[in-house]
């Protein structure tokens, strides 16, 4: 059978398919210049762990405010076989129309004692998943000290393994999910106020700081681990006020006008048949997903697993998996528009929330310069920078869990 394509749309295919300097864009969301046939899904949720490593316990004093670069001394990280006990659950979100399942994890030490709640944001990209924090929410919930830490990984609605329903997704609704699902009085986050801490890689890391900014989520703390704002297509080519054009103009179609090229591509992933299409030959295919991870997703290519590539092409198969990813590509997820917007979100919590912000050595170059913008930035707390890329929580978990336990116990307790 031949599919006979309206001409916006194979000038869009001719778009997306011509070289374009991708080499800053976020987790996959590069798109391909040669079409590769995705191979059969793998069904395993998590095809290789790796060991999670362990520091030495070391004790700290509550210190001074810190404004500038720091590095810790990884030379005593050890290894420890032991695991904390992993519970998997599902919480039903009622949005609009929608009732959607909400994957989430809880890991924590078996003990009599309360535990301190930490919350655990996934980086937001259309293979996001609660895999990018198992093994440092394991190895802060299994640490002795006078703190019991439970940690809390959640999939995103519309990401992971949360239910992908065919809607509007933006900023709005995402920041939506994250108050109903820390606030809601049935949620699975059940906690004094002011006594939750909430870990983001990426967007969410934004979309956090946002929410704490309005006042509708009140975190004990926050740390940002490699933070960013710009959707792909934004930070590379840019937006303006008419980004937001709708798919039906068809007739305002210009390859001149980069809003109507957003608005059509997002439309196009979404709709039947062709929006499948597109999204296997950009998006779900394995040799798309190892390219984007071994060039900006992941600082070293060596690190990058066929474990990694066949769970986040199993995501990529899920049902609904385009349309969120969609709405992510063309920038309608950014929780702000400017450089000056996002250090405004760390300005707002000067003096109420100690933030801990984690940039990596190896991101790419715009990525890398909104992470260092913050680098002294007023409302931010503590400034660390770790090896990784845009996933150093996987990448490098070991290093990233050794920091955010460091701010822990600076600010929270000492270590027994």
Known sequence: MTVILPTPTKNLINFALSPQPFEALHPLMALSTTFMPPSSPKLNLYSKIRRPFYPHSVRFLNPLKIRASTTLDYSNVSTNDKSPPLKTSNWQWKFKDNLINIYYEEHVKESPEPSQNILMMPTISDVSTVEEWRLVAGDIAQRNGNTNWRATIVDWPGLGYSDRPKMDYNADVLEKFLVDFINSPNGPMKQPENDLIIFGGGHAASIVARAAKKGLVKP??????????????????????????????????SLSRKPDRYGL?????????????????????????QSQYKSHVYANPDNVTPGIVESRYALTKRKGARYLPAA???????????REEFLELFTALEGKTPVLVVSTKGSPK???????????????????EVPGALLPQEEYPALVAEELYQFLQEYFGTVA
Not at 328 to 338: E, I
Request: zero cysteines.
């Open 366 to 384: 715009r990525s890398k310069a909104e992470m260092e913008a913050l680098k002294g930035a007023k409302g931010v707390t503590k400034f660390v």
């Open 328 to 338: 992510f590509l063309t920038g309608q997820l950014d929780p702000v528009t400017s």
């Open 220 to 253: 004990k703390a926050i740390a940002a681990v490699a933070p960013t704002w710009a959707g792909p297509l934004p930070i590379v080519f840019g937006r303006d006020s008419s980004m937001e054009t709708s798919i039906n103009n068809w007739h305002f179609f």
């Open 265 to 289: 591509l997002r439309g196009t992933l979404k709709a039947p048949a062709v929006g499948w299409m597109m999204y296997n030959m950009l998006v779900s295919n394995e040799n798309a997903i």
